[in-house]
């Protein structure tokens, strides 16, 4: 024995899995699924009737992807993982079964309709009523009380199976319940005989022994399938362009090996470090950066921006964008489930598989609605019957009350609501982690803002170049373009930008980098050296003067020298986002006070602040990522609900740590996966938008709820009282369905706010 003691075993860590759910025709069927998981040892799960999913967290040790899914399928559902993209693009050339059972929900629409019509003529237009109509009706109606509404029968005899009952329960009682007086009127009453005659009236009519229900059976059917279809479509609508998202990825990629021969390869062969071609008109096959080549490329199925980016050789481009112009050779940095096209399919998935704090009351109503609606009609029939004596009276205002009752439109109002909403943030660069960032976003009051990379572009840009007496502008930045492009420093970089943008630049010789001194080479057969200011006493009054400037505004200074003497000053800076002043200003306009908080030096900071429109008291500068996150903290001690803006590895414990957390898409991974909002576009004018359309995907829920409670609640006593034909009950409720998710759809015309500014120098 070493004497080592022994180390327990290390419980395996919970595992994430998105079943699909095939067979729900109500939120009740996926509220019940739910609570049969839930069950399960090690598992919690959330069911979506909208996505047709369940996210389930379950624990290894204890149940399997298998067992999960022989639970759903237990219920009467059909359920599978969901597939591979492989197995998609295999699939790519076989029928869509989601397009197949809308195609199949449409023919038997037609169908009823079809049959419906004639029937509901009949029976509501006396002049048509020729002897032994009756008849001709019921032949009619009996093929859409059974085929036309077998989806309702159907799943109401599962759910009976399983002891449950759901609001396709409703809808069959309902519709059998009218078929079947009617049945009993023709057969046992008088209704059959020749010369009957019968009239249509909004409200019940008592006394009415022999009236027939068949219009009621066939045109309630009509119209809960006329809903049932629209919801489909629109349903299917709502998630396109997260499936169009899921789909963009390239399927093959031009590899250039090693020899320069170019050759096709299967996508998910590439690697990292691998080289692949991407000629006009052909899509990036994955993230990477581009090492030959300029072209324009199409970023709007990540970006939403419509006009195309114009890359070259240093510059980041994504998997599933599209060359418009030019060939480039590209290195791939990311594969498969890493790219950004990957994550954003997961981020936007699992936003819209779970679930809003809002939804809770709407779940906890259709949980126990349908049997309290159960009861109130038997209630309802039960009271008519005692108090009139007449059962058809009473019978049809039970039968109002099932078809009344089938809150379709509660179960729908958020998830039809957060589907479109995600998608369409999807489309515009918006990424919304889950829907409790909804409730975040209409509680936040504060807006606090990392500077570099978050309002600044966190690049260096040459500002401006001050020559000494006797010294040419365009020769002082060729020289110093000239000597700086050996190196590969952030200043550096920036004068060597606006030096190549300005003119050709001059070879060097015998180029020396000293650090913390500054570089030096011969250009144009003169030894040229930059390097930070020592001491303005040694410089030109002019050039000291410009040093002075430039450290009291926060810009960084380098000074060139040739022959022995100060020659230029040149002053960089970081810039400020194009769309950063408008951005505040729209912050502002949403009831957020913005605050800049920033590790850099505090001259910067405020004239950052200056030009974007920040009060010079809401500037904290000198800021290290523990300084951040306790400001945050203070902030929220004192009452303030904070929302975050940051791009770097610093900021990502101040991201988590706020109430809402938004990270820049070109920032670092680990801010990301602390934020609750992602922006794609790395565009602070987007975080106004993302705010915006929370916000507003949150009163379309709040609005969907409403009307969808309140409709039920105002109804149902219409309907008990026996002041409402079932006919009219069904195409109300048909009806309400229909609005919701027409009133979700709205969201897909949400915009972002375009600002049109210029950079400005920080």
């Not at 399997?64 to 022989?70: E, F, G, K, M, V």
């Not at 998910?268 to 052909?282: Q, S």
Request: glycine share 10%.
């Amino acid at each position: 024995m070493n004497g080592r003691a022994p180390t327990a075993d290390r419980a395996p860590a919970p595992e994430h899995v998105d079943v699909l759910i095939d067979g729900m025709t109500c939120t009740a069927c996926a509220a019940r699924i739910e609570k049969k998981l839930n069950r399960v040892e090690g598992v919690t799960a959330h069911v979506n009737y909208a996505t047709e999913r369940a996210a389930i967290d379950f624990d290894p040790a204890l149940v399997d992807a298998d067992r999960l899914l022989d639970t759903v399928r237990s219920l009467g559902y059909e359920a599978t993982l969901p597939t591979t993209a492989d197995e998609r693009r295999s699939a790519a050339s076989r029928p869509d079964p989601a397009d197949l059972a809308e195609a199949a929900a449409r023919r038997r629409l037609i169908g009823t309709a079809a049959l419906t019509l004639p029937v509901v003529l009949l029976s509501m237009v006396p002049p048509l009523q020729f002897d032994n109509w009756q008849w001709l009706a019921l032949t009619l109606a009996a093929p859409v009380a059974t085929w036309g509404a077998y989806p309702f029968h159907r799943a109401a005899w599962k759910n009976l199976r399983q002891g449950a009952a759901t609001m396709d329960t409703l809808v069959s009682v309902g519709v059998l319940a009218a078929f079947g007086w009617s049945l009993r009127a023709l057969f046992l009453g008088d209704a059959g005989m020749p010369g009957m005659r019968m009239g249509f009236h909004l409200v019940v009519e008592p006394g009415a022994e022999d009236h027939l229900y068949l219009e009621v059976a066939t045109a309630v059917t009509l119209f809960l399938l006329l809903g049932r279809t629209a919801e489909l479509r629109a349903r299917r609508r709502a998630g396109a362009a997260v499936r169009a998202l899921a789909e963009l990825g390239a399927r093959e990629a031009t590899v250039v090996g090693p020899d320069g021969v170019e050759r096709s390869v299967p996508i998910e062969r590439l690697a990292v470090g691998d080289r692949f071609v991407v000629r006009p008109g052909e899509r990036v096959a994955t993230d990477g950066r581009v090492v030959e080549g300029a072209a324009a490329v199409d970023v709007s199925m990540m970006t939403g921006e419509s006009v195309p980016v114009e890359v070259t050789a240093g510059d980041r481009v994504v998997g599933g964008t599209v060359a418009t112009g030019g060939r480039l050779v590209v290195e791939a940095t990311r594969v498969g489930g890493d790219t950004q096209l990957a994550r954003v399919t997961r981020l936007v998935e699992a936003a819209q598989t779970g679930r809003a704090p809002v939804q809770r009351l709407a779940d906890r109503i259709a949980a126990v609605f349908v049997p309290v609606v159960l009861l109130l009609a038997a209630a309802t029939f039960g009271f008519w019957l005692s108090n009139t004596g007449d059962p058809t009276f009473a019978g049809t205002a039970a039968v109002a009350v099932l078809i009344i009752a089938c809150p379709c439109a509660l179960g729908l109002a958020t998830p039809t609501a957060l589907l479109v909403g995600t998608g369409r943030g999807a489309q515009l660069g918006i990424l919304i982690r889950g829907p409790e960032v909804l409730e975040s976003t209409r509680r936040v009051d504060t807006i606090v803002l990392d500077k570099t990379g978050t309002v600044t572009t966190g690049r260096m840009h040459l500002v401006e170049v001050v020559p000494a007496d006797g010294v040419d502008v365009a020769t002082a930045l060729r020289r110093a373009g000239s000597l700086e492009a050996a190196s590969e420093h952030p200043i550096a970089r920036a004068i060597v930008e606006a030096a190549a943008a300005a003119g050709p630049l001059a070879p060097v010789d015998g180029f020396v980098a000293t650090a913390g001194v500054g570089v030096e080479g011969v250009v144009e057969g003169t030894l040229v050296t930059i390097g930070r200011p020592t001491g303005h006493a040694t410089l030109p009054p002019a050039l000291a003067e410009a040093c002075s400037a430039a450290a009291a505004a926060g810009r960084t200074v380098v000074v060139a020298s040739w022959d022995d003497a100060p020659r230029a000053v040149l002053v960089v800076a970081d810039r400020v986002r194009p769309s950063s002043r408008q951005a505040i200003a729209g912050l502002r306009a949403l009831g957020l006070h913005p605050i800049l908080l920033t590790g850099d030096a505090a001259p910067a900071a405020h004239h950052v602040a200056a030009s974007v429109g920040i009060e010079q008291g809401d500037v904290v500068a000198g800021m290290l990522p523990a300084d951040k996150l306790a400001h945050i903290e203070a902030l929220q001690a004192s009452g303030r609900v904070v929302a975050m803006v940051g791009d770097g590895v610093n900021d990502a414990a101040a991201l988590a740590r706020a109430d809402l957390g938004i990270a820049m898409g070109g920032g670092t991974d680990v801010a990301m996966e602390a934020s609750d909002l992602t922006l794609v576009r790395a565009d602070l004018g987007d975080a106004v938008d993302a705010v915006r359309l929370c916000r507003r995907t949150l009163r379309t829920i709040t609005g969907n709820l409403f009307w969808a409670f309140a409709y039920n609640v105002a109804a149902l006593p219409i309907a008990a009282s026996g002041w409402l034909n079932p006919m009219i009950a069904g195409l109300a409720m048909a009806f309400s369905s229909v609005f919701v998710v027409t009133n979700s759809l709205r969201l897909r015309r949400f915009d972002r706010v375009r600002p049109s500014a210029e950079p400005v120098d920080a």
